[in-house]
Antibody
Framework: QEQLQESGPGLVRPSETLSLTCTVP??????????WSWLRQPPGKGLEWIGY???????FFNPSLKRRLTMSIDTAKSQFSLRLKSVTAADTAVYYC??????????WGPGLLVTVSS | ETVVTHSPVTLSLSPGERATLSCMTS???????IAWYQQRPGQAPRLLIY???TRATGIPDRFSGSGAGTDFTLTISRLEPEDFAVYFC?????????FGQGTKVEVK
Protein backbone atom coordinates (compact mmCIF):
# COMPACT_ATOMS: atom_id res chain seq x y z
CA GLN A 1 0.00 0.00 0.00
CA GLU A 2 1.28 3.47 -0.82
CA GLN A 3 2.91 5.37 2.00
CA LEU A 4 2.25 9.05 2.45
CA GLN A 5 5.02 11.07 4.11
CA GLU A 6 4.79 14.24 6.17
CA SER A 7 7.68 16.71 6.26
CA GLY A 8 8.41 20.01 7.95
CA PRO A 9 9.98 21.52 11.06
CA GLY A 10 9.60 19.72 14.36
CA LEU A 11 9.75 22.93 16.37
CA VAL A 12 7.78 26.12 15.83
CA ARG A 13 7.84 29.21 18.02
CA PRO A 14 4.61 30.57 19.53
CA SER A 15 2.75 33.09 17.33
CA GLU A 16 4.56 31.87 14.20
CA THR A 17 3.22 29.79 11.32
CA LEU A 18 3.37 26.00 11.20
CA SER A 19 4.00 24.73 7.64
CA LEU A 20 3.87 21.04 6.70
CA THR A 21 3.95 19.15 3.42
CA CYS A 22 2.67 15.69 2.56
CA THR A 23 4.20 13.79 -0.35
CA VAL A 24 2.01 11.19 -2.04
CA PRO A 25 3.69 8.41 -4.05
CA UNK A 26 2.33 7.41 -7.44
CA UNK A 27 -0.31 9.21 -9.50
CA UNK A 28 -3.28 9.22 -7.15
CA UNK A 29 -2.86 12.89 -6.21
CA UNK A 30 -2.94 13.96 -9.85
CA UNK A 31 -5.46 11.60 -11.35
CA UNK A 32 -7.47 10.17 -8.50
CA UNK A 33 -10.88 11.18 -7.30
CA UNK A 34 -9.75 11.64 -3.73
CA UNK A 35 -9.68 14.26 -1.05
CA TRP A 36 -6.50 14.75 0.98
CA SER A 37 -6.76 15.43 4.68
CA TRP A 38 -4.68 16.64 7.58
CA LEU A 39 -5.31 15.38 11.10
CA ARG A 40 -3.53 15.84 14.41
CA GLN A 41 -3.19 14.13 17.77
CA PRO A 42 -1.94 16.06 20.82
CA PRO A 43 0.27 13.96 23.12
CA GLY A 44 -1.86 11.49 25.05
CA LYS A 45 -5.10 12.74 23.49
CA GLY A 46 -7.52 11.83 20.74
CA LEU A 47 -7.44 12.64 17.06
CA GLU A 48 -8.79 15.82 15.47
CA TRP A 49 -9.58 16.25 11.78
CA ILE A 50 -8.09 19.55 10.55
CA GLY A 51 -9.35 19.83 6.99
CA TYR A 52 -9.10 18.52 3.45
CA UNK A 53 -8.17 19.65 -0.04
CA UNK A 54 -9.26 18.24 -3.40
CA UNK A 55 -6.96 18.05 -6.40
CA UNK A 56 -8.85 21.02 -7.90
CA UNK A 57 -7.72 23.11 -4.92
CA UNK A 58 -11.12 23.19 -3.23
CA UNK A 59 -10.85 23.05 0.55
CA PHE A 60 -13.01 22.38 3.59
CA PHE A 61 -11.82 23.04 7.12
CA ASN A 62 -12.77 22.15 10.66
CA PRO A 63 -14.62 25.24 11.95
CA SER A 64 -12.46 25.23 15.08
CA LEU A 65 -9.35 25.98 13.00
CA LYS A 66 -10.56 27.66 9.82
CA ARG A 67 -9.62 31.20 10.87
CA ARG A 68 -5.93 30.23 11.07
CA LEU A 69 -5.71 27.64 8.32
CA THR A 70 -4.76 27.49 4.66
CA MET A 71 -4.08 24.48 2.45
CA SER A 72 -2.58 24.15 -0.99
CA ILE A 73 -1.85 21.41 -3.48
CA ASP A 74 0.85 20.93 -6.10
CA THR A 75 -0.18 18.07 -8.38
CA ALA A 76 3.03 18.29 -10.43
CA LYS A 77 5.07 17.55 -7.29
CA SER A 78 2.42 15.18 -5.90
CA GLN A 79 2.32 17.18 -2.69
CA PHE A 80 -0.23 18.98 -0.57
CA SER A 81 0.48 21.39 2.25
CA LEU A 82 -0.89 22.91 5.43
CA ARG A 83 -0.21 26.31 6.97
CA LEU A 84 -1.49 27.07 10.45
CA LYS A 85 -0.79 30.59 11.64
CA SER A 86 -0.52 32.12 15.12
CA VAL A 87 0.30 28.83 16.81
CA THR A 88 0.26 28.27 20.56
CA ALA A 89 1.27 25.39 22.83
CA ALA A 90 -2.20 23.92 22.22
CA ASP A 91 -1.12 23.22 18.63
CA THR A 92 1.61 20.83 19.78
CA ALA A 93 0.68 17.47 18.28
CA VAL A 94 1.60 14.67 15.95
CA TYR A 95 0.35 15.80 12.55
CA TYR A 96 -0.80 13.20 10.04
CA CYS A 97 -1.72 13.42 6.40
CA UNK A 98 -4.12 10.88 4.94
CA UNK A 99 -6.03 10.04 1.80
CA UNK A 100 -9.68 10.82 2.31
CA UNK A 101 -12.11 8.57 0.42
CA UNK A 102 -15.83 8.85 1.05
CA UNK A 103 -15.02 10.50 4.38
CA UNK A 104 -12.78 7.60 5.49
CA UNK A 105 -9.08 8.21 6.15
CA UNK A 106 -6.87 5.52 4.61
CA UNK A 107 -3.91 5.24 4.24
CA TRP A 108 -2.10 7.60 6.61
CA GLY A 109 1.44 8.92 6.77
CA PRO A 110 3.57 7.86 9.75
CA GLY A 111 3.02 11.23 11.44
CA LEU A 112 5.28 14.12 12.41
CA LEU A 113 5.58 15.54 15.92
CA VAL A 114 5.43 19.33 15.91
CA THR A 115 6.22 21.09 19.17
CA VAL A 116 5.28 24.72 19.73
CA SER A 117 7.79 26.22 22.14
CA SER A 118 10.11 29.18 22.46
CA GLU B 1 -20.37 18.76 16.65
CA THR B 2 -21.02 15.08 17.32
CA VAL B 3 -19.27 13.84 20.45
CA VAL B 4 -17.95 10.28 20.40
CA THR B 5 -17.48 8.39 23.67
CA HIS B 6 -15.75 5.07 24.21
CA SER B 7 -16.28 2.53 26.95
CA PRO B 8 -14.46 1.15 28.70
CA VAL B 9 -11.44 3.43 28.63
CA THR B 10 -9.20 0.45 29.37
CA LEU B 11 -9.91 -3.25 28.80
CA SER B 12 -7.61 -5.78 30.48
CA LEU B 13 -7.77 -9.20 28.84
CA SER B 14 -5.62 -12.24 28.09
CA PRO B 15 -4.63 -13.55 24.65
CA GLY B 16 -7.37 -15.77 23.27
CA GLU B 17 -10.16 -13.91 25.05
CA ARG B 18 -12.98 -12.01 23.38
CA ALA B 19 -12.89 -8.20 23.41
CA THR B 20 -16.02 -6.06 23.15
CA LEU B 21 -15.49 -2.32 22.69
CA SER B 22 -18.28 0.25 22.70
CA CYS B 23 -18.56 3.58 20.94
CA MET B 24 -21.48 5.92 21.60
CA THR B 25 -22.32 9.09 19.69
CA SER B 26 -24.19 12.18 20.88
CA UNK B 27 -26.32 12.22 17.74
CA UNK B 28 -27.80 9.52 15.55
CA UNK B 29 -25.30 8.54 12.88
CA UNK B 30 -26.82 8.38 9.43
CA UNK B 31 -25.89 5.82 6.79
CA UNK B 32 -23.93 3.67 9.27
CA UNK B 33 -21.07 6.16 8.97
CA ILE B 34 -18.81 4.69 11.64
CA ALA B 35 -15.24 3.46 11.18
CA TRP B 36 -12.88 1.76 13.62
CA TYR B 37 -9.11 2.22 13.76
CA GLN B 38 -6.31 0.44 15.59
CA GLN B 39 -3.29 2.39 16.77
CA ARG B 40 -0.15 0.78 18.13
CA PRO B 41 2.39 2.91 20.05
CA GLY B 42 4.36 5.20 17.78
CA GLN B 43 2.39 4.19 14.69
CA ALA B 44 -0.26 5.78 12.53
CA PRO B 45 -3.85 4.58 12.89
CA ARG B 46 -4.82 1.58 10.78
CA LEU B 47 -8.31 1.27 9.32
CA LEU B 48 -10.09 -1.87 10.50
CA ILE B 49 -13.80 -1.37 9.83
CA TYR B 50 -15.91 1.14 7.87
CA UNK B 51 -19.64 1.57 7.24
CA UNK B 52 -20.09 0.09 10.75
CA UNK B 53 -19.40 -3.50 9.75
CA THR B 54 -17.29 -3.73 6.56
CA ARG B 55 -13.76 -4.99 7.13
CA ALA B 56 -11.01 -3.08 5.36
CA THR B 57 -8.70 -4.89 2.97
CA GLY B 58 -6.43 -7.37 4.72
CA ILE B 59 -8.15 -7.20 8.11
CA PRO B 60 -8.58 -10.64 9.74
CA ASP B 61 -12.12 -11.91 10.28
CA ARG B 62 -11.67 -11.99 14.05
CA PHE B 63 -12.49 -8.27 13.86
CA SER B 64 -16.16 -7.43 13.42
CA GLY B 65 -18.28 -4.32 13.80
CA SER B 66 -21.95 -3.80 14.53
CA GLY B 67 -24.46 -1.25 15.73
CA ALA B 68 -26.84 1.46 14.63
CA GLY B 69 -28.20 4.82 15.72
CA THR B 70 -25.91 6.00 18.51
CA ASP B 71 -24.46 2.69 19.76
CA PHE B 72 -21.69 0.84 17.97
CA THR B 73 -19.47 -2.10 18.86
CA LEU B 74 -16.14 -3.51 17.75
CA THR B 75 -15.62 -7.16 18.63
CA ILE B 76 -12.33 -9.04 18.51
CA SER B 77 -13.31 -12.70 18.74
CA ARG B 78 -9.98 -14.08 20.00
CA LEU B 79 -7.21 -11.69 20.95
CA GLU B 80 -3.85 -12.24 19.32
CA PRO B 81 -0.67 -10.72 20.82
CA GLU B 82 -0.58 -8.05 18.11
CA ASP B 83 -4.12 -6.90 18.95
CA PHE B 84 -3.11 -5.22 22.21
CA ALA B 85 -3.36 -1.58 21.17
CA VAL B 86 -5.65 1.46 21.29
CA TYR B 87 -8.89 1.36 19.30
CA PHE B 88 -11.01 4.34 18.43
CA CYS B 89 -13.98 5.05 16.28
CA UNK B 90 -14.62 7.81 13.79
CA UNK B 91 -18.05 9.17 12.92
CA UNK B 92 -18.27 10.55 9.43
CA UNK B 93 -22.01 11.02 9.18
CA UNK B 94 -21.94 14.66 10.15
CA UNK B 95 -19.50 17.54 9.78
CA UNK B 96 -16.99 17.94 11.21
CA UNK B 97 -15.95 14.32 11.41
CA UNK B 98 -15.01 13.44 14.98
CA PHE B 99 -13.10 10.72 16.77
CA GLY B 100 -13.50 9.19 20.18
CA GLN B 101 -10.67 9.18 22.70
CA GLY B 102 -10.29 5.44 22.33
CA THR B 103 -10.21 2.21 24.31
CA LYS B 104 -6.87 0.73 25.29
CA VAL B 105 -6.80 -3.06 25.15
CA GLU B 106 -4.02 -4.20 27.47
CA VAL B 107 -2.62 -7.53 28.60
CA LYS B 108 -4.13 -8.72 31.86
Amino acid sequence: QEQLQESGPGLVRPSETLSLTCTVPGDSLRGGDYYWSWLRQPPGKGLEWIGYIFNSGATFFNPSLKRRLTMSIDTAKSQFSLRLKSVTAADTAVYYCARDTAAIFDPWGPGLLVTVSS
Amino acid sequence: ETVVTHSPVTLSLSPGERATLSCMTSQTIRSNSIAWYQQRPGQAPRLLIYHTSTRATGIPDRFSGSGAGTDFTLTISRLEPEDFAVYFCLQYGSSPRTFGQGTKVEVK
